[in-house]
Nanobody
Framework: QVQLVESGGRLVQAGGSLRLSCAGSGRSFSSYAMGWFRQRSGKEREFVAT????????YYEDSVKVRFTISRDNAKNTVYLQMNNLKPEDTALYYC????????????????WGQGTQVTVSS
């Protein structure tokens, strides 16, 4: 079992940067693909980025592809989301999740979820 705790979300101005962190518990963290998802107010949860267990496979949602970077440090049981050039439409609750099936875009394959960290981008 993996427990996940996100951090790093806050209020930031448009054009600014944030780095989100997701700390995982459990010795098996390195065997899971990790994903970031977000949920904007009144919208469904949506895919942001995912990374394979050994960082060999990475996918991004098109609107964040050139602005966000996902990475992981298995020695620290942590996955990161570096977000640059933030836009008001990036405002959302950001979740990290762990998948035993691989780095997929669908949230249905993710077994474990954190509680989320709020990112608010002001214009």
């Amino acid at each position: 079992q993996v427990q996940l705790v996100e951090s790093g979300g806050r209020l930031v101005q448009a054009g600014g940067s944030l780095r989100l962190s997701c700390a995982g518990s459990g010795r098996s963290f390195s065997s899971y693909a990790m994903g970031w998802f977000r949920q904007r107010s009144g919208k469904e949860r949506e895919f942001v980025a995912t990374i394979g267990s050994n960082s060999g496979t990475i996918y991004y949602e098109d609107s964040v592809k050139v602005r966000f970077t996902i990475s992981r440090d298995n020695a620290k049981n942590t996955v990161y989301l570096q977000m640059n050039n933030l836009k008001p439409e990036d405002t959302a609750l950001y979740y990290c999740a762990a998948s035993s099936q691989g780095p997929y875009r669908s949230y249905g394959v993710y077994n474990y979820w954190g509680q989320g960290t709020q990112v608010t981008v002001s214009s």
